[in-house]
């Protein structure tokens, strides 16, 4: 059985062409992210010795990546975003590759007529890499099952936008590496079980009051003027109306299934655990490279007052591992957040 354990990350800068510009041998602090639906990042801190300072001082925004490693196996990358060199020591921040559709826009018309969601996504990101691909792949992990129109004109919107248009709508993704990894938003398959045992230093369970609408409105076209909704006045939570508007959306019905699949996601009120602040016990029984967002685990915990037993699904990963100094050895801790929406089932 795997267990979280606790790794050991390296990092590695490259160029676009592929070629190294410089390991981090010494690395005093360095930490990774996976988050659903936005731009992970992560942060490396490097004390440069020999010629390494030399080529390290030649690294670039953009031009430059980070790739890092946990016992071996590519866990995160991403183009260099910032940089800031000290007297002994270089902090690097990257985002991962969905950050280069951040700075793309679409490079021709796409019109999408009644069809599953998933086909528009996959669209934006092979279009938005066509010009200029760092290197990337795509992994449809099944259809979204929420079907609409959808119409993209060049020029017109960063494509990270528009992909995330999708991602309130319809689909879930995330970034391991290179590849771009696509859900549906109701995807439940379960990669282990936790328990308050696995969280040693106690977690948080909160109910996301302000993430909840009975009702939604979702209004597309030109000028909003295409409009549709779903849901109303709730028996147990009476009516909270939220309103969206996204111009790709160019007809009622595919309005309407988007406030549909708005209404699952915020009805009931979702509630997630958040472990950021603790360090899942390297004993529980998950391996870390599977956590992956959009993946889920089922979470039983009876610490708090708000008692949970449920199948929520991972909406973000936070490694981080320090050298240590003097007397204090380093460390790596993993850290996890979960949360329940109404697409998760109860378990």
């Given at each position: 059985m ?10 590695r ?8 510009i410089?390991?981090?041998?010494v ?13 992970s ?7 440069p010795?020999g ?9 670039r925004?953009?031009?430059?990546s ?8 590519l ?20 985002s ?12 021709s ?7 599953d ?5 996959q ?8 010009p200029d ?24 919107g960063?494509t ?23 859900l549906?938003e ?8 936790l ?8 977690l948080?369970v ?16 030109q ?5 549709g909704s779903a849901?109303?006045?709730?028996p147990y939570?009476?009516?909270?109306e ?12 595919s ?7 708005k209404?699952?996601?915020?009805l009931?009120?979702?509630?997630f655990?958040?472990s950021?602040?603790?360090t899942?016990?390297p004993?529980a ?12 685990i089922?979470?039983?915990?009876a ?19 320090t ?17 329940a929406?109404g ?5």
């Amino acid at each position: 059985m795997a267990v979280a354990g606790c790794g050991t990350n390296t990092a590695r800068i490259v160029d676009r062409t592929g070629g190294t510009i410089s390991d981090a041998h010494v690395l005093t602090e360095i930490e990774w992210t996976r988050s659903l639906d936005e731009t992970s990042t992560a942060r490396v801190v490097i004390n440069p010795s020999g010629d390494c300072c030399e080529r390290l001082g030649e690294v670039r925004s953009w031009r430059h990546s980070l790739a890092i490693w946990r016992d071996g196996t590519l866990a995160w990358s991403g183009p260099i975003i910032q940089v800031d060199w000290r007297q002994g020591e270089i902090e690097i921040f990257a985002s991962d590759i969905s950050a280069w559709l951040a700075r793309r826009v679409p490079h021709s018309d796409m019109v999408f007529t009644d069809t599953d969601l998933m086909v528009p996504a996959q669209a934006l990101i092979e279009d938005g890499f066509a010009p200029d691909d760092p290197g990337h792949t795509v992994q449809v992990v099944g259809p979204a099952r929420v079907r609409g129109s959808r119409s993209y004109t060049t020029d017109v919107g960063q494509t990270l936008d528009h992909l995330l248009d999708l991602a309130d709508t319809g689909i879930d993704f995330t970034v391991i590496g290179q590849t771009f990894v696509l859900l549906p938003e109701d995807h439940s398959a379960s990669i282990g079980r936790l328990d308050d045992g696995d969280f040693p230093d106690g977690l948080v369970v909160s109910e996301d009051g302000a993430s909840l609408g009975t009702r939604w409105v979702v209004a597309g076209g030109q000028n909003a003027a295409v409009i549709g909704s779903a849901g109303g006045s709730h028996p147990y939570y009476g009516l909270l109306e939220r309103y969206l508007e996204e111009s790709s959306v160019p007809d009622v019905a595919s309005a309407e299934a988007a406030a549909a699949s708005k209404l699952r996601t915020s009805l009931p009120v979702p509630v997630f655990i958040d472990s950021q602040e603790v360090t899942l016990s390297p004993q529980a029984a998950v391996d870390v490279a599977q956590l992956v967002p959009g993946w889920c685990i089922d979470v039983t915990s009876a610490q708090t007052c708000r008692q949970i037993s449920q199948r929520l699904k991972i909406v973000g990963v936070k490694v981080v591992e320090t050298g240590g100094s003097g007397d204090t050895p380093g460390s790596e801790s993993v850290q996890v957040q979960v949360a329940a929406t109404g697409a998760e089932a109860t378990v």
